[in-house]
């Protein structure tokens, strides 16, 4: 096999770690704009209520079970009893005596709170104020969505600051129509004179929805040569870099001279941080989650939620995995720190990200993408010269090694392309063959290509798969005609990771996809190919798990995988009182009845974190 095409380890290409922030970090988190920003909408903490809970259906997840009990009672912020409701009344009479009692009627179930095992809160919350030109309305995808409506959308939100450049997120090329390029089918390209056509009387810069790209029109290219004496020192003319860039600033060193330039709009807009991660919490609590772990944190983003956590009441609970990008990075960690009690923003992973977006055509794969891509087979983050593409980088097997085996940390290695879940494998059973310490839950995020031997290679080595989900309800039409085909049968094997043992979870990677747990559950169930209008298409029938697998993974074994199972997860005796109310059983629901289930339309009628209500919605 060939050299793979030379990679400068610090760029990566999704959201596991966004450029823009990484690009503008020491910037946008100096103590001055901390300092700065909006503390965000006044609320007032409530007490938590003293209930009981009877009625309707009650599946507390005990033990990963989705029995049913028939009462549950909830005092200081915790479940204190449940079972019967004879049982219940008379712990709660001879406990806490004046305590309250609730009635589900009908339908109604109440569930443990839903779990986002894999979320970038901070660049998602930061980002808010930029114009959304994703796919996605809602959980569901927007339709029509191509270059008129994004120029629509572009063009009916035109900042009323003429200093200002259109700023837009989210735009995802893979989800447009294909088009016919030389006979072949290919995904739509967005250059300058896309975005001209668009608007050329304003400046126009649109990052991707991997994070990769960051697309310009030709009067912000013209406005990023004219301002950035990088850009200027760099190429030979204005017509010089619109011609060798086309609008398209690939990965950091390309893009940072352009957000540079605009570096005082985007501080701008983000002192409204505070504000917008109240309105993602929210959101979160509106589709029925109450705990997010953040795949991607550093210090500084650490810093800025423990001071929102300790500023606003709590509407979710938080930890996450610490980023760690080299190997001086992993020489500088700590030891692994036992978790005994929760923490708001808690570390309770290290993450490193091996490879890109698959659907950003940068996931690194062992066969050249079906369609044209920048990097035929993707891209590394840990290359080694003079090491075949085939062959794991030792740097990176060392650095693996260093964060599992000598400082003791549990990891998540991000893997998406079928290489890179590969050498994700290698590495694992390199530093788990030096490490004696406790069992640790070991993750590879994505993992979006598997194989059955590798299936079992984990299972041995008790590594589980957390799956985007999203890559077979919203992407997999698109990879099945375009990007991969026939190896787009391999996606998120969940079924027989199940059949094998393991425990999965589900997550969102939001923004990479919207947040959901409903929604990631029916998409795991029916793996129906949404962006496919013309006809309903399940993206290998076999993979699809029962609606009680999918509600384990997004309980009782999300919390296991977070480190989170002595608090969250399941409705036990000591755990906190974070749960919802549905209209509806999840349970019920079948395909056979609807074939697209829609899951995700199930209304949260009410959503609870430590005994307090933070949600109410409609019936």
């Not at 909830?74 to 806490?96: E, H, L």
């Not at 009692?101 to 980002?127: D, F, N, R, W, Y």
Request: aromatic share 8%.
């Amino acid at each position: 096999m060939e050299k793979r095409h030379a990679h400068v380890h610090g760029c990566t290409h999704c959201a596991c770690n966004n450029p823009v922030l990484d690009i503008l970090k020491d910037d946008l988190f100096s103590p001055e704009n901390l300092a700065k920003m909006k503390p965000g909408p006044g609320q007032t903490a409530q007490q938590p209520q003293t209930l009981m809970i009877s009625g309707g259906t009650i599946r507390p997840m005990t033990g990963g079970s989705t029995d049913t009990v028939e009462a549950i009672g909830i005092a200081d912020g915790n479940v204190v009893v449940t079972g019967s409701q004879t049982t219940v009344a008379a712990y709660m009479d001879q406990n806490y005596a004046g305590y309250q009692s609730k009635e589900l009627t009908g339908t109604q179930t109440l569930l443990p709170g839903l779990i986002e095992p894999h979320v970038h809160i901070v660049p998602t919350a930061m980002m808010t104020g930029w114009i959304d030109v994703s796919p996605f309305n809602g959980q569901d995808l927007r339709s029509p969505y191509d270059l008129a409506s994004v120029g629509s959308i572009i063009n009916s939100n035109i900042p009323k600051d003429p200093a200002y450049v259109i700023l837009g997120r989210g735009l995802d090329p893979s989800l447009m129509p294909f088009v016919q390029i030389g006979g072949e089918t290919e995904l739509q390209t967005i250059n300058n004179t896309v975005l001209d056509n668009i608007n050329s009387e304003r400046s126009i810069m649109l990052l991707s929805a991997s994070m990769h790209t960051l697309y310009l029109n030709t009067r912000a290219l013209t406005h990023v040569y004219y301002l950035s004496k990088e850009v200027h020192d760099n190429y030979s003319s204005v017509e010089d870099y619109i011609t060798q860039t086309g609008g398209q600033l690939q990965e950091s060193p390309q893009m940072t001279p352009a957000l540079t330039v605009i570096m005082p709009q985007i501080i701008a807009m983000g002192l409204d941080i505070n504000t917008y991660l109240t309105e993602l919490f929210k959101t979160a609590n509106s589709r029925g989650a109450t705990f997010m772990y953040d795949a991607g944190l550093n210090g500084a983003f650490q810093k800025l939620l423990t001071n929102y956590v300790d500023n606003h009441p709590a509407l979710v609970r938080i930890g996450g995995a610490l980023i760690c990008a080299s190997q001086n990075d992993a020489n500088g960690l700590g030891n692994y720190p036992q978790l005994d009690t929760y923490t708001p923003v808690y570390y309770g992973h290290i993450k490193v990200v091996s490879d890109g977006s698959n659907q950003g055509l940068t996931g690194y794969q062992s066969t050249p993408y079906l369609c044209d891509a920048v990097y035929p087979e993707g891209i590394f983050n840990f290359p080694e010269t003079g090491i075949p593409g085939n062959v794991v980088p030792p740097n990176y097997e060392t650095m693996i090694s260093t964060i599992l085996a000598s400082k003791g940390w549990p990891l998540m290695i991000h893997a998406n392309g079928d290489q890179a879940v590969t050498f994700a494998i290698e590495a694992y059973q390199y530093a788990l063959a030096q490490y004696s310490g406790a069992e640790l839950r070991n993750r590879i995020e994505h993992c979006s290509l598997l194989t059955g031997d590798q299936i079992t290679t984990m299972k041995q080595m008790g590594v589980s798969p957390s799956f985007l989900i999203g890559h077979v309800g919203y992407w997999g039409y698109a990879f099945s005609q375009v990007i991969f085909g026939d190896k787009a049968q391999s996606l998120d094997l969940c079924n027989s990771a199940l059949a094998a043992g393991m425990r999965i979870t589900l997550h969102s990677d939001n923004e990479v996809s919207p947040l959901g747990p409903l929604r990631m559950m029916e998409q795991s169930i029916t793996r129906i190919m949404e962006e496919n209008t013309a006809s309903i298409e399940v993206l290998n029938a076999a993979e699809c798990i029962t609606p009680e697998q999918a509600l384990v993974a997004v309980t009782y074994d999300a919390a296991w995988q977070c480190y989170a199972d002595q608090w969250v997860g399941s409705l036990n005796p000591g755990y906190f009182a974070d749960f919802v109310i549905l209209a509806q059983d999840p349970l019920s629901l079948t395909t056979q009845s609807s074939q697209y289930m829609k899951m995700r339309n199930i209304p949260v009628l009410e959503t609870w974190l430590g005994g307090v209500p933070v949600y109410t919605g409609e019936s």
